[in-house]
């Protein structure tokens, strides 16, 4: 194959370590006063946690603006890594997502144009930003950095696209089709192929809906690989005009948007809001799992998400891509309240969804950088608390959390809960499937960590060696103390354009005595893989490590030398 393995050793990390075996339970809450000004000065036994009505026994607490690791040496040439404090040193992080799976095109821009003023004018001093898009992937404009300048470059930069899946817009319904001066048997016709029309539609939002659903989760799971690995809270702004689930417990029997569609005054919902309350009920049985999912390791990573209505402040009048299937309607006004309960419907997803996660949403405001102000306001008002929930069966239901705080005129803001899913108890999980979506993130995966040297090519060769920081890496109870464990390695070389020019891969999996093992996370794994080196300028060398047991990864984009 090409490699060996044995121990090296292995620099002392400057933050803390995923510890893959532990079930601690890391929840971010925000403490205001009653005039939203932030509390500070709190201690552990200021704060009551409870999960599903029990109080627990809280094991860590960091409060705002805790001093932050100072920055590491720089690597030495041809050196890689995608270690924490390599990744998120200097605070907390934020992330500018800018949807346009979701958002229309006009509202794109609207968004765009919000967000430069933002950065112009309220941007502080080493607050740490990065700008990713969503189309039909997750993407990224400018990773992340505390350089205004860097950040106005990447907006400037970003082109508001065409939803792809929504360009073929079904076609208007005409009036004089219903004509009274037509006979009662081609009025009858003409309604039976009005509703055969309207039928059509709905199958087609839905199967739109279903696509956005599909690449909104695939976005989440590239969020929960990218910053999963990086200590401390992660806001996600996101720039959105709707989203097409919720992260909502199981135990809630119906969305806003099924209670919209099964309502009398139907007629007063355009037919995407329609459709997404037909899907909303059986999304739950297609899509159940991967949001449970999700939603598990977006907690995991501690992500919050702060949705921003990027259509800004409407009055229904606007004209919406679903106003082709409302045509037949002759009175605006009646068209602007179909807009609105559109409008109100998906406002409420979005105020869901930050309600999960311990976020807030900015929706029906002009100046959505305002928006985006409060994550900066929640940031100097962030603890976060780590507990060992005494129910040890992680059978991945939903448990919900609480929150007090034992001071008078305070408020608090925090995830609801947490889907209890143990990653090692997953089944049927597919390598391939993880490998190939992790493969399209542009910036590094970081739930396992490690170390890279990529040497310059010799004899047709490039020689690739990692250093995995163990203790991102889980593993098995064997006989005597022993511990077995079982990584995959990959590396990959692409052209500029993007085209595959050779691959390798390699594992270990193996078990190890205890006295190994213990040198294994004090020193590291080292494994080595060869691969060839096409000739051609400027191509770049994907590098990949999985952990078997739990699906988590760890990624990395180099050069080759």
Known sequence: ????????????????????????????????????????????????????????????????????????????????????????????????????????????????????????????????????????????LQDFTSDPQILLRALQQYKPTEQELAKGAAPPVSTSLGSPDLSPGASMTIATANNALRDFQNVQVAYMLDRRTETTLLALRSLARILGGIPGR????????????????????????????????????????????????????????????????????????????????????????????????????????????????????????????????????????DGVALVDHDNAASYTLGYYPEDKKWDGKYRSVKIKVSRDGVETRHRRGYYAIDPVQLKDRKAEVDIAEAVRDRIPDTLVTFLAAVRPPENGKIKVIFQVDANTVSAEEASGGAKKMSVDFYATVFAPDGKVLSTKGTKVDQTFASDVYQQIQQKGMQVGIELEAPPGKGNEVRLMVRDNRTGFMGSLLANVP
């Open 1 to 140: 194959m090409g490699a060996w393995f044995q121990t090296a050793p292995m620099a002392d990390p400057s933050t803390p370590t995923i510890r893959v075996s532990t079930h601690l339970v890391l929840i971010d809450v925000v403490v205001t006063d009653k005039q939203g000004k932030p509390v500070t000065g709190l201690k552990a036994e200021d704060f009551s946690v409870q999960e599903k009505g029990k109080t627990q026994k809280i094991a860590l607490i960091e409060p705002p603006n805790s001093p932050t690791n100072l920055a590491p040496p720089p690597l030495g040439p041809g050196i890689y890594s995608n270690r924490p404090e390599f990744r998120g040193s200097g605070g907390p992080l934020t992330i500018l997502l800018l949807d346009g799976a979701n958002t229309p095109f006009r509202d794109q821009a609207y968004a765009r144009l919000q967000m430069l003023k933002y950065v112009m004018t309220q941007l502080k001093p080493g607050q740490r930003m990065g700008v990713f898009t969503l189309t039909n992937q997750l993407g990224v």
């Open 234 to 369: 992660k806001n996600v702004v996101w720039v959105t005009a709707g989203f097409p689930f919720s992260l909502v417990p199981e135990d809630r029997t119906i969305s806003e948007a099924e209670l919209a569609e099964s309502l009398p005054s139907i007629r007063q919902l355009g037919v995407g809001t329609r459709a997404a309350g037909s899907l909303a009920g059986t999304a739950r049985t297609q899509h159940a799992g991967e949001i449970r999912e999700a939603a598990a390791q977006l907690a995991s990573a501690q992500v919050v998400i702060y949705p921003v209505d990027a259509r800004g402040l409407a009055s229904g009048m606007e004209f919406t891509s679903d106003d082709s299937a409302n045509r037949q309607l002759d009175s605006m006004a009646e068209g602007a309240r179909i807009r609105m309960s559109d409008m109100a419907s998906s406002q409420e997803t979005m105020r869901e969804l930050a309600r999960e996660t311990g976020g807030k949403a900015y929706v029906n405001q002009n100046e959505i950088e």
